[in-house]
């Protein structure tokens, strides 16, 4: 039972670094564009391949 009160204080902490840091991204804008990426993958032009290294042969 002693180690709640260590545990305890420590996971509130925890949990209020999380949310600052969440707010923190809000603030941001991390978040303001979800339809951006969404709408880039269909564009014909995006190409997610590796780029080819450069001891490896270029096709």
């Keep these: 039972m002693d180690v ?3 545990l305890i204080p420590v996971s509130l902490f925890l949990g209020g670094l999380g949310l600052v840091a969440f707010y923190w991204t809000l603030r941001k804008g991390q978040y ?3 339809e951006g990426d969404a709408r880039r993958i269909l564009n014909p032009d995006y190409d ?3 780029m080819p290294r450069d001891d490896e042969e270029r096709p």
């Design 4 to 6: 709640l009160v260590i």
């Design 48 to 50: 997610d391949a590796p």
């Design 32 to 34: 303001d564009d979800p």
